[in-house]
């Protein structure tokens, strides 16, 4: 199938042409139809589906299609949960939207509210916000949502993580309840599945890769490494020079801080990006990562949601998640639009319950490397006061809540 097999009129078709995309993905053949019909949606699909393009196409031929008068009011507003993605929704919007003489504005908070105060009295079609940022504003009676067509939810069981839920329940009681909504989620909750049966009706359901499954593209590996070894393990992983492009998780801010500290002084360019990082320094780490002058990007999970990289060939796990379908979500970084990938992973002794659910909700056994410098030694566990606290199933504690800031398009 080919996108002009979708119905879509011509200015969208030549901006899909100009991003050079051809071929829609499976999310976006079974999405984009319904959604274009004025049909609310629940989508189940994890990062790197195609998601972004298969409510934002329809989103903007809706909206070009049926013209209001008058100022311009949010008609279609996107809540999602980091400032990363948010950035990243509001380009893909920008690009496919490049030739309809639509507006849309992006709002997330850490700096002054004043440039997005001018957006917004110029008039928006397309607002995508954080939750924190878009209920400050609401309460200060400088947005108003009661022009809103399309309602998007996107990531909405990172937003159940982040504790956002009670911020999204009073944005959506404020919108019409005619309106068009969409909810996707990498996996289903009850919280979220409640919410989805309070919002939608009559949705079309599409699910996409269930979040147990892992992209067979992507080499998985594993090595057994006690915690103090891991930096010696990783500097010896890095000396090879296939891994051209990687970003290495870590659960903590901290931790990530430090590992960067550890490669910079090993001579490999390296930069952390997370919650307590500007919005400034996150953004030229990243600009530098996508570039290939940075080989490597220190990430933890919240901060990495929405990093779009196209050709990223690898991604390290230097600690294993305690949430287990936090693994699929970061080896998905990788072996994107159908390419091979290689995730490898470095488990100390503590971690192996962690392993043992991954391997799990996996469905498989990742392949154990070891023959490497730095097998492990530790047979007992770390005494109880210093060792890391298991999550249970779906709480994602380790998870860090980031103050949303602001970019907008004039």
């Not at 399309?150 to 990531?155: A, K, N, P, W």
């Not at 490898?344 to 962690?354: A, M, Q, T």
């Not at 799990?360 to 070891?370: A, F, Q, S, T, Y």
Request: with cysteine.
């Amino acid at each position: 199938m080919q996108f002009n097999e979708l119905n879509l009129i011509p200015p969208i078709l030549k901006a899909l042409e100009q991003e050079n995309y051809t071929s829609p993905t499976p999310i976006q053949q079974q999405a984009i139809p319904p959604i274009l019909s004025g049909k609310d949606l629940l989508g189940c699909a994890q990062t790197g589906t195609g998601k972004t393009a298969a409510f934002a196409i329809p989103t903007l031929q809706l909206l070009h299609k049926n013209p209001r008068a008058g100022r311009r009011n949010i008609r279609a507003l996107v809540i999602t949960p980091t400032r990363e993605l948010a950035l990243q929704i509001y380009e893909n919007f920008c690009a496919y939207g490049k030739h309809l003489p639509l507006k849309c504005a992006v709002i997330f908070g850490g700096v002054s509210q004043k440039p997005q105060e001018v957006a917004l009295q110029k008039g928006v079609d397309i607002l995508v916000a954080t939750p924190g940022r878009l209920n400050d504003l609401m309460q200060q009676k400088l947005i108003d949502l009661k022009n809103v067509e399309l309602l998007i939810l996107d990531e909405a069981d990172r937003m159940l993580d982040m504790g956002f839920i009670h911020d999204v329940k009073k944005i959506i009681a404020k919108t019409p309840s005619q309106r068009q909504t969409l909810l996707f989620s990498a996996t289903m909750p009850g919280a979220i599945a409640q919410m989805a049966d309070s919002i939608l009706r009559n949705p079309v359901k599409v699910a996409i890769t269930p979040v147990s499954s892992t992209v067979d593209a992507i080499g998985q590996s594993l090595y057994f490494v006690d915690k103090s070894n891991k930096k010696d393990l990783l500097l010896h992983l890095l000396k090879d020079k296939s891994i051209e492009s990687v970003i290495v998780f870590t659960r903590t801010k901290h931790g990530a801080d430090r590992l960067v500290r550890h490669l910079t002084k090993a001579q490999i360019s390296a930069k952390a990006i997370h919650g307590d990082k500007s919005q400034g320094a996150r953004q030229t780490a990243l600009q530098h990562f996508k570039n290939r002058t940075l080989r490597v990007l220190v990430a933890t999970d919240i901060a990495a949601r929405g990093i779009d990289i196209d050709e990223l060939s690898h991604v390290i796990n230097y600690e294993l998640p305690n949430i287990p379908e936090t693994y699929v979500h970061r080896i998905g970084r990788t072996g994107r639009a159908g390419q091979s990938g290689v995730a490898i992973s470095l488990c100390d002794f503590d971690e192996k319950p962690y392993l043992a659910d991954i391997e799990k909700l996996i469905g498989k056994r990742i392949p154990v490397i070891k023959d490497h410098p730095y097998p492990m030694q530790q047979t007992a566990p770390t005494p109880k006061e210093a060792k890391p606290v298991r999550a249970p199933r779906n709480k994602a504690k380790e998870m860090e809540r980031v103050k949303p800031k602001v970019k907008v398009k004039g």
